[in-house]
Each structure stands twice: as C-alpha cells, then as structure tokens.
C-alpha cells in the first residue's frame, strides 16, 4: 500500500508541474497570439493542475489504517476525489462554451492569429502525449482509476490540442479567423463530455456497483470448484477503492458440523481469490440446503445472470 501510494503521489507531482507550464504557456501565448483557442486549451491544462493537487491530496487520505468511524479504510475517498475531478472539468467546460459562444455571435471581424500559436499547440500536444501515457501506466500499475481518469482526461487534451492546430492551420489556408472561435466552442463541447461520463463512471461505484459484471461469472465458477458448496444466491460485489467485497449466501448439508461447513466456506473464498485480483474481503453466510428466503432478491443468482 505504501509503495502505491508513493507512485500516485509521484504521478500527481509530475502533473502538477507538467500541467503548470504547458498552462502558462498557452495562455501567455494564446494571448500575445490572438487566438482564443490556444487560450481555452490552456485553460483546460489548468483544470488539469487541480486534478492532480486532488489527486496528491487524496493519496495522502488513502494511507490513513481503518478506524471505529470508517472500519473499511479510506480507499472510496479515490472515487468522492474523482467524482469533484468532474465537477472541476465540467466547470472549465461551461466557462469555455460561454466565452466562445458570446465571441461567435459578437460583431466585428477579428484578425487571425499568428504563427505562435501553431508552434505553442505543437509543444502543446506532444507534452501532453507524455504526460497522458505517465499517469496510464502509474494509473494501471496501481489500479487506480484516479489516475485513469486524469489519464483518459488528459487523452483527451491531446485530441483538443490536434483540433486546435487543425483550426488553426485551416485559418491560413482558408483566412478564415472565425474558424478559432469555433475551434474552441467545440473543444468547450469535448470537456463537457468528459466531465459527464466521468461523473457517471464514479457514480457506479459509490452506489455499490461493478463496471465488469463478468465478475459474477467467475464467483460462480469459483463456488462450482468446491465440493459440498451448493445453490450460491444474494451474490454482490462492489468495490472499496481499487479493492473489491464480494458477499455471498451460500449453502451447505445441514447435517455437517460447524467445523465442516467452516472449512468449505473457506475454499470457496480461496477459490474466489485464485480467480479474481484485488479481493478485499469475501463475505459467507452458510445456510442449510432448502431454506428459502424471500429477501433472495437482493443480489445475483445463476438464474439473472
């Protein structure tokens, strides 16, 4: 856990200062160039900081051991920091779509900007290319998806900065200046995007779901491995962090002992943990075989598979 931390914590530092100087510097240059394009994708770079000061904050949250108030640890806090993340992007969206929009509909007619702005959009993309791929593989060596977040984020930096310099070199082949304003309303669209689905992938875990329902497949492929493990029913699984909990009710001969009916739990949670990474804990309530329940509902059976 230590050692995890420590990358995230390395990941987000790196994106702070990585982020920090492409921002100023599209801004600066956005500027001094006249296009608000390069401007908004700067703008975008410095959401980009905030997630990652969130990012170095939330990991510092995640070393702290369980206590009597949260007896499960702190990993959730990975998915509340996400979810602001989105709050954050959706934000520089908003702000990005109105300005664009107000310079689309003004009067007047702008001058095109200057060649600094090809440049800039160029050291632009291929910062951020690099620090896209970093926060992947920090994100997927410690299955953060904090990380993949801000990485897929960032992704998509470089897709706003390609469709700047497109805009932009479309503008001296055409010496057509609205073409920038467009440009970033369309960027301003893309983060928006972003911020939503980015929302809604966090939603799934803080209300005890799973992205890959394939896991309930190979739970019940787990419990099929083991003798004298019947009818498995009421199966969840959610996850805590990059850590899963699974819960199952399980049943067994109601003639066996304590003892036996122990020992077949406990094949089924090693079967479970040969088959699944990153299993947090797994749950058993041993029934006798033929005890009905109405709250049988509750969870996934074979049946609703």
């Known amino acids: 856990m230590a ?3 420590q990358e995230m914590k390395r990941a987000s530092w790196i994106g702070i200062i990585g982020n920090a100087l492409l921002s100023i510097t599209k801004i600066v240059a956005g500027f001094i160039s006249g296009s608000l394009a390069v401007v908004a994708d700067g703008i975008d770079s410095a959401s980009d900081i905030i997630t990652s000061i969130i990012t170095l904050i939330t990991a510092r949250i995640l070393t702290r051991p369980p206590n009597k108030k949260y007896p499960y640890g702190y990993d959730k806090a990975e998915s509340i920091a ?3 993340l989105s709050f954050i992007i959706f934000f520089a969206g908003a702000q990005l779509f109105i300005t664009s929009a107000k310079k689309l509909f003004a009067s007047g007619n702008p001058e095109p900007p200057t060649m600094l702005a090809i440049y800039i959009t160029v050291f632009s993309i291929a ?6 791929y970093y926060q992947f593989r920090i994100g997927r060596k410690t299955d953060s998806p904090m990380l993949i977040a801000n990485g897929k984020n960032m992704q998509n930096d470089v897709l706003i900065s390609c469709s700047v310099l497109l805009g932009l ?3 001296y082949i055409f010496k057509i200046p609205m073409i920038d304003t467009i440009a970033a309303l369309l960027v301003s669209i893309w983060v928006l995007r ?6 809604i992938q966090t939603s799934v875990e803080l209300m005890d779901g799973t992205e890959d329902c394939t896991i309930y497949n190979k739970i019940f492929e787990a419990i099929d491995a083991v003798e004298g493990a019947h009818h498995p029913h009421r199966v969840r699984s959610r996850n805590i962090g990059h850590k899963i909990m699974i819960a199952i009710d399980l049943e067994v ?3 066996l002992t304590l003892r036996e009916a122990h020992d077949i739990a406990h094949k089924v949670e090693d079967s479970i943990k040969s088959r699944i990474d990153n299993v947090f804990d797994v749950a058993i309530h041993i029934e006798p075989i033929g005890d ?6 509750l ?3 074979k049946s609703n598979l």
Do not use: M, Q, W
């Not at 910062?127 to 896209?132: D, I, M, R, V």
């Open 3 to 5: 050692e995890r931390e």
């Open 253 to 255: 001969d109601g003639d």
């Open 292 to 297: 009905e329940k109405e709250e049988r509902a």
């Open 82 to 84: 996400t979810k602001v």
């Open 127 to 132: 910062g951020k290319l690099f620090l896209s």
């Open 194 to 199: 972003v911020a939503v689905k980015i929302f």
């Open 169 to 171: 070199i479309f503008i």
């Open 299 to 301: 969870g996934i059976t």
